[in-house]
């Protein structure tokens, strides 16, 4: 049998179970996966390349431990076009997780660029109901303004909960400055 490798693409700023939840069902369709984060020039980043690097490695083989026998899943990172980085190791396919209409519509003219342009499918994976509604944005946004992280244990990982954590508590970061900020020190 042909080997099918795939690449599960994002920005992963910061993982979550919803990112996860595609992951784990994408690894029933494929040979291998490489979820490759991805800089994205239009989103300032909360959590560094390395960060990010760190942290879904460490998610990912807390997955791969708990559900073996799917496909075996790496973790890198790149940057410039994701159809370059797809050809470069070999991928016949691109994984991206739906949660919801608005999604589908954008993805979908990706999809049509990428196969014209770079001959490289992508495949849809509609996220669980869970994690319909789960956005890394929403993930920062609960964790600059909503209070106590426990409140997001139902959508990201305990590891991504303890790095917002101290990144919440760190003034010098922009996540810490905007806590600040909104519980009182920037009103005036």
């Known amino acids: 049998m042909k080997h099918h490798l795939a690449v599960y693409t994002g920005?992963?700023?910061?993982?979550?179970?919803?990112?996860?939840?595609?992951?784990?069902?994408?690894?029933?369709?494929?040979?291998?996966?490489?979820?490759?984060?991805?800089?994205?020039?239009?989103?300032?980043?909360?959590?560094?390349?390395?960060?990010?690097?760190?942290l879904a490695r460490a998610c990912v083989a807390d997955l791969v431990k708990s559900a073996p026998g799917g496909?075996?899943?790496?973790?890198?990172?790149?940057?410039?076009?994701?159809?370059?980085?797809?050809?470069?190791?070999?991928?016949?396919?691109?994984?991206?997780?739906?949660?919801?209409?608005?999604?589908?519509?954008?993805?979908?003219q990706l999809a049509i660029t990428n196969r014209q342009v770079a001959n490289i499918e992508t495949v849809f994976v509609v996220t669980g109901e869970n994690y319909a509604y789960t956005s890394s944005s929403l993930i920062k946004q609960i964790a600059a303004f909503g209070g106590t992280l426990d409140k997001l244990e139902p959508l990201v990982p305990k590891r991504v909960i303890e790095a917002l954590a101290r990144k919440k508590a760190d003034p010098r970061n922009p996540l810490g400055m905007l806590a600040a900020e909104h519980h009182g020190g920037g009103e005036g």
Do not use: Q, W
């Open 71 to 108: 496909a075996p899943v790496r973790v890198e990172t790149y940057s410039g076009l994701t159809v370059d980085f797809a050809r470069s190791v070999g991928a016949v396919a691109i994984i991206r997780g739906i949660r919801n209409v608005s999604d589908l519509a954008s993805e979908c």
């Open 11 to 54: 920005s992963f700023d910061p993982i979550t179970l919803g990112h996860l939840d595609v992951l784990e069902r994408s690894r029933g369709m494929f040979s291998e996966i490489v979820l490759a984060i991805g800089h994205n020039p239009s989103k300032p980043a909360l959590f560094s390349f390395e960060e990010r690097l760190d």
